[in-house]
């Protein structure tokens, strides 16, 4: 008996026909699912991918302005977010905040403050508080400067069920402004005139993208 078994189990081994209906009808509903959780997979990474791209495109283009921001630009800034990632407003959310830092005194140390901060979707605007949570993601700035934070959180809920749950898609950048050494919001920040010079929009600021002609000297805006 076990020789007749061994033979039996070597004859097997060795049989190379077969039906190629049978097998696909095995093997094809295992390759539906391997294609569906590697394109779950890949829509996640490229979902995450477009997501920050739009992030540092709206930090990009705020650290440009040279005019003062207002509520209109923030919403504008929020509706770019959702075209370029292709979402809805309910679970697309955007906060867009200045933050300044000042050293205390000779000691070297120092605090990261609030300049303004704005938020769009179910974001609250950023305070202090939360923000003294944040100072292990902060860079290191030159006291007196600026620097803009973008945060934006997108709701991905996957097509198919491939062991990975609905989540929020989260980004984060920081932008120094290059134009001017301070982003200005109307209504916030524009009648105060920091250490480190002129802001966007600033009445007194010498240069011809900053200067609206009622400098104290007419020269410094010639030139």
Not at 28 to 57: E, G
Not at 195 to 212: I, Q, R, T, V
Request: aromatic fraction near 10%.
């Amino acid at each position: 008996m076990p020789s007749l078994i061994k033979n039996r189990l070597a004859r097997f081994a060795r049989a190379d026909d077969g039906n190629i209906t049978i097998e696909a009808v095995i093997i094809f509903p295992l390759l539906i699912l391997l294609f569906c959780a590697s394109w779950v997979y890949f829509d996640v990474m490229r979902q995450q991918s477009v997501n920050q791209k739009a992030n540092y495109t709206i930090g990009d283009a705020l650290s440009r302005e040279t005019d003062k921001v207002d509520e209109t630009y923030i919403d504008n800034a929020y509706n770019l977010l959702l075209h370029l990632t292709k979402s809805q407003s309910p679970a697309t959310d955007l906060r867009i905040t200045v933050v300044t830092y000042r050293n205390r005194g000779n000691s070297g140390n120092g605090e990261y403050k609030i300049v303004w901060s704005r938020a769009r979707g179910d974001f609250a605007e950023l305070t202090n508080a939360d923000l003294a949570n944040m100072t292990d993601r902060l860079p290191i700035m030159a006291s007196g400067d600026q620097m803009i934070l973008v945060e934006t959180r997108d709701w991905y809920d996957p097509i198919f069920d491939a062991g990975l749950a609905a989540f929020d898609i989260k980004t984060y950048s920081f932008t120094r402004p290059r134009f001017a050494p301070q982003v200005i919001f109307l209504g916030e920040n524009d009648r105060v005139r920091e250490d480190n010079g002129w802001g966007n929009g600033d009445d007194e600021a010498p240069g011809n993208s900053l200067c609206h002609n009622n400098a104290e000297n007419q020269t410094d805006c010639a030139s």
